[in-house]
């Protein structure tokens, strides 16, 4: 950044270059268009008062990052505006994303269940064939990993929405009239596909869409969507078993194509993110955007004008994001591993904390505790579902406020207590020990299934916000779509293992399997602290200042002690560490 900051007391306000654009509103008319303007210095002061008045000290605070904060204070952005509320309906488009991903990822289970569907196809509810239909979801999933990224790089991010929606649409009206297993298995294929490809583009959509006031709680939110898609598709599952007919299967499956129709539509409507805009020389549009919902409409406002100075620094417009072949930018740097590190390091934690075995196998630990009637399985994991969408969206808005890392580090180490007390009391009062003491047994089996519970809610809580937004911030632009391609593959082979790896695991292990989530929540928690950085606090292009640094998690970590003032922010250093 062009401020440095000294140790004694100086004002700091934000020194914002300006295009030399008279058409766009920045300073004096100037001879530069096109990308490669030159630029000039204008002191901002954001006082009514003259300047040499001293400053009336408010209070004082740290911060991540003393340009942003003051931007923020100088604007006072305010989100119960029209224009944000026009903003809030673009993002719920790409929302949608998510929906579709919690609607396909979860409607298959019902299916699997219902009579119709096993004679219509000859299968039944375990076997070769039925782990092949569930297997071909994956398989086309982590195919379209590799494609997602390109089509999100060359076409922007709302069209790469629009592609992956058309994309899973296909794949519906492949699956719905099916009349074979292997047309069933190829639009199965087809669908993994498409949601790969929303999967990459929806929450690079949000992110660099999203105020950058709100940029955490909005994201956060995006995954968070997964159970408006996720819940619906268990009980549509369950109202339709009850038809008499194929009808009974081919309705679920043609439902698909509700929340991809959403979005094919909704894109027509939203704005490209500036980001890509700036990527690819179209300046005028992406200040046009950043103005309008992110300044309210003035081309000048502070977080207008340092978001669009970072972002000509930062992002390139011969970039590798424009050679769909070139991945090096993932890996060929120190920076480029670190950043990595974390999107891959998110991808395995984010499904290897035991939110695979209470997700896939709720039934299964529901019964090692003597709960066998599927409908009260059903009841519990319905339940369980419909808290953990209220403890997701309540976890998006403490992304903002607590930060990433504490959110991740908390809620890791609780994961240690909750699988280590699940793992007492199954084992002193689980099926193998339930003779003795029907009383005792019932009681401990309670206790299980509320730490089971109690699980399950810290995980929506801590995990599924960040699981769309903390990689996304870790990825820099010219990388992002590509990275959230190879970011959705690890996801996918992470839950490949919980699919097919754990059941044969769990069934001669039982309730011992736990011990191996003790030991790694344990592992996560200690790898975070020395490795994850802090996002929270600065825009998109000012996270690249973190990796940057030889240890990019203690430069996350330092805070700047700053007084707010009437006049502005007056800088007083880093906080010691």
């Known amino acids: 950044m062009s401020n440095q900051y000294q140790s004694d007391v100086r004002d700091i306000r934000r020194e914002y270059p300006q295009r030399e654009y008279a058409h766009m509103g920045f300073g004096e008319a100037g001879n530069s268009h096109g990308g490669n303007g030159q630029y ?7 006082s009514s008062q003259p300047p040499s008045a001293p400053p009336m000290e408010q209070h004082i ?11 923020l204070i100088a604007q006072k952005p305010s989100p ?12 719920t488009v790409a929302f949608l994303n998510s929906c579709i991903n919690g609607y396909d990822g979860s409607v298959m289970s019902g299916i699997n269940a219902m009579t119709y569907y096993q004679k219509y196809f000859h299968v039944s509810s375990t076997g070769q064939q039925t782990g092949i239909v569930f297997s071909a979801y994956t398989i086309g999933n982590i195919v379209g990993s590799f494609f997602c990224g390109p089509f999100t790089d060359w076409w922007g991010r709302r069209w790469g929405m629009f592609i992956g929606a058309s994309i899973i649409i296909l794949g519906t009206c492949i699956q719905a009239p099916s009349t074979s297993i292997e047309m069933f298995i190829g639009g199965r294929f087809v669908l993994g ?33 997964w159970f408006v898609g996720g819940i619906p598709a268990t009980w549509v599952a369950f109202g339709t078993e009850g038809i008499k007919s194929d009808l009974s ?21 939203c704005p490209e993110t500036p980001r890509w805009l700036v990527s690819h020389d179209r300046h005028e549009e992406a200040i046009r955007v950043m103005a309008k919902y992110h300044g309210e409409g003035d081309r000048n406002s502070p977080i ?31 920076q480029a591993w670190w950043r990595i590190l974390c999107v891959v390091g998110m991808a395995f934690f984010g499904q290897w904390s035991g939110n695979g075995a209470v997700s896939y196998f709720m039934p299964i630990l529901l019964q090692t505790i003597g709960i066998d009637d599927p409908k009260t399985q059903l009841f519990y994991n319905a339940i369980l579902n419909v808290i953990s969408f209220v403890m997701a969206t309540v976890g998006a808005r403490f992304t903002d406020r607590l930060g990433r890392r504490p959110v991740l580090l908390i809620g ?13 009391l199954t084992a002193l009062y689980g099926r193998e020990a339930s003779d003795d003491n029907l009383i005792v047994s019932k009681a401990g089996a309670r206790a299980a299934i509320a730490f089971i519970y109690v699980f399950g809610i810290t995980y929506s ?20 779509a590509k990275g959230m391609g190879m970011y959705n593959l690890f996801v996918n082979f992470a839950a490949f293992f919980n699919t097919y790896a754990i059941p044969v695991v769990f069934d001669r292990l039982k309730w011992r399997f736990y011990f191996i989530y003790i030991a790694w929540d344990t592992f996560e928690t200690v790898f975070i602290y020395f490795f994850f950085v802090e996002t929270k606090g600065r825009t998109l292009e000012e996270i690249n200042e973190i990796f940057e640094a030889p240890y990019p998690k203690k430069k996350s970590v330092q805070k700047h002690i700053v007084v707010i003032t009437d006049r502005g922010i007056l800088d007083k250093g880093l906080e010691d560490c």
Not at 40 to 46: A, C, G, I, P
Not at 61 to 71: E, L, P
Not at 317 to 333: A, F, I
Not at 413 to 419: A, E, G, N
């Open 412 to 424: 890791t180490s609780l994961f240690v207590l909750w699988w280590t007390l699940i793992t007492v």
């Open 304 to 334: 207008v004008l340092l978001t669009y100075r970072e972002m000509i620094e930062e992002i390139a417009t011969e970039g590798s994001d424009k050679r769909w072949w070139d991945y090096k930018d993932l890996v060929n740097t120190k």
């Open 193 to 225: 596909f498409g949601v790969a490809t929303c999967a990459t583009a929806g929450p690079s959509y949000v992110a660099e869409m999203a105020h950058p006031a709100w940029r955490g709680t909005l994201t956060g939110l995006y995954n968070s969507f």
């Open 61 to 71: 605070t740290t911060v991540q990052h003393v340009g942003f904060t003051d931007a």
């Open 40 to 46: 000039h210095r204008t002191k901002e002061s954001y």
């Open 249 to 269: 299967w081919r309705l679920p499956v043609w439902f698909q194509a509700i929340a991809s129709g959403l979005v094919l539509l909704g894109c027509l409507f």
């Open 80 to 91: 119960w505006t029209k224009t944000m509320f026009k903003l809030y309906f673009f993002l």
């Open 461 to 480: 809580f801590a995990f599924t916000p960040l699981q769309a937004l903390y990689p996304v911030e870790c990825l820099a632009y010219e990388s992002r």
